[in-house]
């Protein structure tokens, strides 16, 4: 375990620097709507440059805006309104050494811009640093600077707010984060990133962390498992989605698990899968991004540091242990492939192609059975929840059960679905359901909908009739990884569990044309009838074949009967 304290921010532009922000249309980027912003500004000043003073500016605020204007120039060239929606923070200093009574106002922005070299926009770093000077002594000129840098700070926090989707709080301020590194995750990378990208950004944004680089399998359950959480507003992880895996159990399997898992918990992508940190990136409408951008782009949501409810799946596994799962639970081509691909870790997200071209080769498939309750077309949705303002007590108070779920409009199953595999549940149930408690090492919620694995499934349950399959994947995110969009549909909050299977008989082809087709998260629009979808808020896998992997969150568990129930916005996930 290291600890590390960040360092301040290096490297400057100066307005004249910057190009005009290509971030999506705001009012106050355009070119009579700078006349109109300044009309609004909150605040309104004249600065100068910070390289060598000569320049001037006019500086405004609004809610919306920060504008630079250079003095002399007419609007239009030489102004540069930079949207707040894309800010992370901004800082008030004095001039080093004392020698000058100015001071300095420091603005960090990350907006889309277009790539240099390919197609397609990316966030990307632009500092603003003005002078103040205008003051006769270096106090009065730093209150100056600070002013502004809360005023900033304010308008950003506000416009978050209103650009929130289902917000339920977010993180304190300063906010103390445990930010957890698996060196070893994806292609070992993770301690470089964190150097290039992620310390600065958390520094600009004012997010004081300690850094914990784990240095074996299960540390991070360990440290959260026995961490005083008192100390900490978040726990963020930099690595691939089996680290959050440990940190969400381990935070199940404490005393005070109810309160432990409201802690905020934030993703950065280090590992090679990142499903969750593609998700995110996903439900904030942002474009498509891989490898670093998609590190950039989650560290920016980071930093704005809104909260939303985040749907926990509480499986039973053959022994009777039971997990917390935030992602996944796969059986079959889309496990092996994950668990094989193992041995090519060093090609980084490659290694799932490598991964799925040896598994078509040797297409399996096993004999299982497996049923679920079903959500039905009328089951009454929680209230969709609204922003709240950040001042509003309730803000921060955000139980996990009163968070909302948003409206979700896809269908309930597929259209394409073969009748002929579903029944509903004809054996009597031996008993009504009983909440399986949770076992002696988790604490928990009661499953309720779940009764022992030596039952019977409950009555209303819908039973796939005994059959062969070549995968069956129930997943409640968007992606399954950076580039596969298993269930676009999906929302972190949405309560559901999203069912797929594939039935054997499915030609290879027909599998690859799938799997293609999940990388845009069309492959429901295949019109293939081995592809089998369901929303469900829990259900049973019994595994016949006598030998296969079943993985949750991309972490391999024992072989053997599975259950499994969603537990509706139990843990709060940082989506910015
Ligand atoms: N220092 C370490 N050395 C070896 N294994 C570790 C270490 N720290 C954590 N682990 C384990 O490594 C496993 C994989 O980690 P992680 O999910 O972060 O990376 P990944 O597998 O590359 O990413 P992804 O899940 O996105 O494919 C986890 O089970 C975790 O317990």
Known sequence: VRLQTPPAAESASTPDGMDEDASEPDP????????????????????????DGTARYAVSLTDRALTVQKIGASPGPGTVAHSLRDCVGCRAFPAEGGADAAAYLCAYFYPWRRRWLSLGTARQRVELRLRVASLPDARANLEEAERWARAVGDATRRDAWRRGGVVCGEVPRPCRVMLLLNPQSGRGQAQILYTTHIQRMLTEAAVPHTLFITDRQNHARELVREADLSQWDALVILSGDGLLFEVVNGLMEREDWEEAIQTPLGILPGGSGNALAASINYYSGSPYVYGEELLVSCGFLLAR??????????????????????????????????IESERYRQVGTIRFMVGTAVRLAGLRVYQGRLAFLPISETEEKPPEQTSTSPSSPTSSLCSSMSCGTTADTSPNHSPLHPDSTVQSNTLPSPCHPVSVKGTANHKGPPDSLLVPLDQSVPADWTVVKEQDFVLVLAIYQSHLAEDLQAAPQARAQDGAIHLYYVLEGISRPALLQLLLAMERGTHMTCGCPYLVYHRVRALRLEPLSPQGVITVDGEQVEYGPVQAQVHGGLARLITG
Do not use: K
Not at 317 to 330: E, P
């Open 305 to 338: 540091g809104l909260l939303s409810p985040l749907d926990l799946v509480s499986l039973h596994l053959a022994s009777g242990r039971r997990v917390f799962s935030f992602l996944s639970l796969a059986w079959g081509f889309v496990a092996d492939v994950d």
């Open 28 to 51: 106050s980027r355009q070119r009579n709507g700078v006349a109109a912003a300044a009309a609004a500004a909150a605040l309104r000043g004249e600065f100068s440059d910070a390289a």
